[in-house]
């Protein structure tokens, strides 16, 4: 059974890829392996080595830090503690194309759009 921490770096690994929008078959050829074995990283099926996830952080342009963020908060695929949100967001392709899509907006709309959405949640 694969561990929680593995599971987590493999979800942030496949994260950082959608929204850098690279392909498995991309970010494979970058580090050197075959893209299997990025699906087995991202599934936590296997474990990442520490120098192949300094070469995946170096492909997917971030600090190798960020594959752990939020880790000690929650286990994959339970509530946060702050507002109820899944921490397995980055499963949930219809929140990653929107945050694909909030970024793309240039950044004056993205504001206006960032503060029509918090009035909408204070409504609800």
């Given at each position: 059974m694969p561990h929680n921490v593995d599971?987590?770096?493999g979800m942030r690994i496949r994260q950082r890829r959608w929204l850098a929008g690279m392909t498995q078959q991309k970010l494979a050829e970058?580090?050197?392996i075959k893209f299997q074995q990025i699906q087995k990283y991202e599934t936590g099926a296997?474990?990442?080595s520490a120098s192949r996830l300094w070469d995946i952080a170096d492909a997917l342009n971030v600090d190798i830090a960020h594959f752990f963020e939020g880790l000690e908060h929650s286990k994959p695929g339970e509530p946060t503690k702050a507002d109820n949100i899944p921490?397995?967001?980055i499963g949930d392709k219809?929140?990653?194309?929107l945050v694909r899509s909030y970024y793309s907006i240039p950044e004056n709309q993205r504001r206006r759009l960032f503060e029509l959405a918090r009035v909408l949640?204070?409504?609800a």
């Open positions: 599971i987590h770096v970058h580090v050197g296997n474990r990442v921490s397995d967001l219809e929140a990653m194309e949640s204070d409504v």
